[in-house]
Nanobody, 124 residues
């Protein structure tokens, strides 16, 4: 499985950005998906997750109400709409996938496949 990320960039606090993750796998709908982020010197942090059909979504407390995760199985894509961005959202963002239908993992080691990462920078 190959995950290709796009989006990200730099924005002022209060602004919005959208991340995309496209998968090259025929069984995309069998995968739980998630977004993680990482800053230098810290562990990769769970941001948001979505189950195989998009019915169930999960968010970290720090982004709940500001970020929205979604997926389009027909397009083999997953997205993260980030609104009301804060300087503390600055990080490298990664999409991740694992073959799983019954749950959505929230820890990085449980994911098998990773995107290449994209930088999000929010200035005060």
């Amino acid at each position: 499985v190959q995950l290709i990320q796009s989006g990200g960039g730099s924005v002022q606090a209060g602004g919005s950005l959208r991340l995309s993750c496209e998968a090259s796998v025929r069984t995309f709908s069998s995968h739980a998906m998630a977004w993680f982020r990482q800053v230098p010197g810290k562990e990769r942090e769970f941001v948001a997750g979505i189950n195989w059909n998009g019915d169930d979504t999960y968010y970290s407390d720090s982004v709940e109400g500001r970020f929205t995760i979604s997926r389009d199985n027909d397009k083999q894509g997953m997205y993260l709409q980030m609104d009301s961005l804060k300087p503390e959202d600055t990080a490298e963002y990664y999409c991740a996938a694992v073959v799983r239908r019954l749950s959505v993992p929230i820890t990085a080691p449980e994911y098998e496949f990773w995107g290449q990462g994209t930088q999000v920078t929010v200035s005060a």
